[in-house]
């Protein structure tokens, strides 16, 4: 198979991960980058040798041959740059959140779709090796079939000194980071079939909700409680670990702070040590999310590769935007949301 080559638009923050294990996976590459700041386009195109550099998407699809793009932008460029290569037939991963609404987001799964062109929200959370883990007891029927959930990420970690534009949303956690919970909720246990929701802000200094409590019915027949803060302060600070505790009719897991899973089921107890490898270029404690990003980028150039519909399709992860927009609604009405008058 030839090498893919591809572009990256935005080169801020997160991006710089997604160059690494684009730099470390077989099969693909990054030809070009774009972005509006040319002191971040200087920067990541000297650290990883790329020498075509854009301030202008439209000039950069005009000019480069490629076989997919990754937009890494923030949320309110999403739109335009997706149907930007819908237009020009290019295959793209669309950094999360996906889009600013809900209807942006629909619009973008359709033009993709009649362009047909493949589609991928860079949802990494569930491509993190403890969650694989996880999935992998679920799928072995070690402890049946679940009937309760629970889905935590509680932390006080500073995110605001990295992405200080967290600080200024009105909408915050839920959108940012409970995104990537509840859709590890959805990959566990299935569809949702209705939400319930509280928030809160405890940090004056933020404009957004930094709490958020939410009761899911699955489709399946499963219940779960995620719960998201960053205003929780621990003895030992758990970020950026995500939390997992599942009961079935035969058993139980459990995912715990420093990636131990016991899991209580047919064949009895076992304790295993799942915690993420340390990647050459990853520091500690992000390697876990660091791993998770050239996890799901494999998967693209194979989904690629092979003509198959990526696990975080555009349209897949409408069912998971479905859960935020309902969590947003659920808080303010006081009254849980049907997931599936959302999708209509």
Known sequence: MAELCGALIGCGFFAVNQMHGWRDIDGASIVAICDRDPE???????????????????????????????IATTVGSHRPLVEMAAARRVPVICQKPFAPTLADA???????????????????FRWQSPIQAVRAVL???EIGSPFFGHISFRSAYDVFSGQPYLATGKRFIIEDLGIHILDIARFLLGDVSS??????????AIAGEDVATMLMDHE????????????????????????VEIDGSDGTLRLTQGYKLTVTGRN????????PPLLAWASRPWHNIQESVV?????????????IEPATSGADNLKTFALVEAAYAGAEGLEPVRIGDLLK
């Open 40 to 70: 971040r386009l200087r920067i990541v195109g000297d650290q990883f040798g790329i020498e075509r550099r854009y301030s202008d998407a439209a000039a950069m699809f005009a000019s480069e041959a490629l076989d997919f793009v990754d």
């Open 106 to 124: 629909k619009v973008m799964v359709k033009a993709c779709t009649e362009a047909g062109v493949p589609l991928m929200v860079h949802e990494n």
């Open 139 to 141: 799928d072995s029927g």
């Open 195 to 204: 939400l319930a929701a509280r928030t809160k802000r405890v940090n004056p």
């Open 220 to 243: 399946g027949g499963a219940t779960s409680v995620v719960d998201c803060s960053y205003a929780t302060k621990l003895a030992v600070e758990p970020f950026p670990e995500t939390l």
């Open 268 to 275: 009895g107890t076992t304790v295993k040590d799942v915690s």
């Open 295 to 307: 996890a799901i980028q494999k998967h693209w150039v194979e989904c690629l590769s092979k003509g």
